[in-house]
C-alpha cells in the first residue's frame, strides 16, 4: 500500500514557476515508475512527466523544455518544478506511484495560470 499527498499548487501569474511535491508514505525506492498527471476541466487526465527508478525521464510535448521531474528516494517525495507556466497549464495535478502490480494515487493539487 501507497499513500501519495501533493502540495504546492497554487496560483501563478504566466510566465511564473511553481514546484509541486508529492510525499509517500514509505519507502519509494523500489517503485519503478512515478509520474505527474493532470486534468482540466472538461478534459482527460493526461500524462505531464515519470520518472523511473533508474531515473530516466519522459515528458509529455507541450511541457518539454518547461517542467522538470525528480524524485528523492530518501526522503520518499516525487517532485515537478513547473517554469514559464502558462494559462494552458491550469489543472488540477496529480501524482501516481507504479509498483509494477498497480498504481497509487494522490488527491491532487490546483494548479492554476492567470493574470
Known amino acids: 500500500q501507497v499513500q501519495l499527498v501533493e502540495s504546492g499548487g497554487g496560483l501563478v501569474q504566466p510566465g511564473g514557476s511553481l514546484r509541486l511535491s508529492c510525499a509517500a508514505s514509505?519507502?519509494?525506492?523500489?517503485?519503478?515508475?512515478m509520474s505527474w498527471h493532470r486534468q482540466a476541466p472538461g478534459k482527460a487526465r493526461e500524462l505531464v512527466a515519470a520518472v523511473t527508478s533508474g531515473g530516466s525521464t519522459n515528458y509529455a510535448d507541450s511541457v518539454k523544455g518547461r517542467f522538470t521531474i525528480s524524485r528523492d528516494n530518501t526522503k520518499g517525495t516525487l517532485y515537478l518544478q513547473m517554469n514559464s507556466l502558462k494559462p494552458e497549464d491550469t489543472a488540477l495535478y496529480y501524482c501516481n506511484a507504479y509498483n509494477g502490480i498497480r498504481g497509487y494515487w494522490g488527491q491532487g493539487t490546483q494548479v492554476t495560470v492567470s493574470s
Open positions: 514509505g519507502n519509494i525506492f523500489g517503485i519503478p515508475r
